[in-house]
């Protein structure tokens, strides 16, 4: 089916942007915003993943991709940096105006500490396993800069909001990973993790994501603010 990663880019974009104009939502009147932060993080990735598919780590297997390849990478992979950011910061948005997500600042410390060190350590033990080690470790150094250097007050609520998205992730992922499918869409070299899956999903994916969703919100969120308070 050539036309499957197109349709879970597609899927997972939708709702979220037909409810962008819900008159109590107005996620629409902060596109600006948005695509000013989607554009350089997406760009960061898509060098990542240009990268990591000339080296081998992962591939896309031809079954489930339209053929309209850029930069060797199926169109529907770097519309993947788009769709995937609209729907998460979307759900940010949404949360973040309707419930109070705000961490006890103590809490919120403590957890970082140990959350940077694990990803850190873990990443420098297995530093043989390229997708291991540089997913792990730049989260660590991510949340470690934005928590600690920058001090964010948002990274708690984003860390609620994720573990929200884990699930429709386990969906998503577990597709293009090849959950209830004959093949994989994205097909990993398990010489370059850790081979450690949920479902179909590598482990590494989880950070991988929570890194793409923070670093859009690290942008977007300022922008906003500035944008509110003008």
């Known amino acids: ?15 979220p942007f037909i409810f962008s104009f819900h008159p109590k939502i107005k996620f629409n009147k902060t596109w600006k915003s948005f695509f000013t932060a989607v554009i350089p993080v997406a760009i960061f ?5 240009i990268l990591f598919t000339h080296l081998g780590v992962w591939h896309f297997n031809d079954r489930y991709v339209s053929g309209v390849y850029i930069f060797n ?10 769709c995937i950011p609209y729907s998460c910061v979307f759900t940010f948005y949404c949360l973040d105006k309707f419930y109070n997500l705000k961490w006890n600042p103590q ?8 959350f940077c060190l694990i990803l850190l350590l873990t990443g420098l033990i297995f530093y043989e396993r390229i997708y291991t080690s540089v997913t792990l470790i730049s989260c660590a150094l991510v949340c470690f800069f934005l928590k600690f250097i920058f001090k964010v007050d948002w990274l708690g609520k984003a860390v609620s909001v994720y573990a929200i998205l884990l699930i429709p992730f386990l969906i998503v992922n577990g ?12 097909k990993y070299n398990n010489s370059e993790n850790l081979n450690i899956r949920i ?27 500035r944008k509110n308070n003008n």
């Open 175 to 186: 597709i293009l990973t090849g959950t209830g499918l004959p093949e994989a869409v994205v």
């Open 199 to 225: 479902l179909t999903i590598p482990v590494e994916d989880i950070f991988y994501g929570f890194e793409l969703f923070i670093l859009n919100l690290s942008i977007y969120i300022p922008l906003l603010r």
């Open 107 to 114: 809490a919120e410390k403590l957890f970082f500490i140990f």
């Open 73 to 82: 990478l199926p169109l529907e992979e770097i519309l993947f940096f788009i």
């Open 45 to 49: 990735f898509i060098c990542w993943d």
């Open 1 to 15: 089916m050539k036309s499957l990663y197109l349709l879970v880019d597609f899927f997972t974009v939708i709702i």
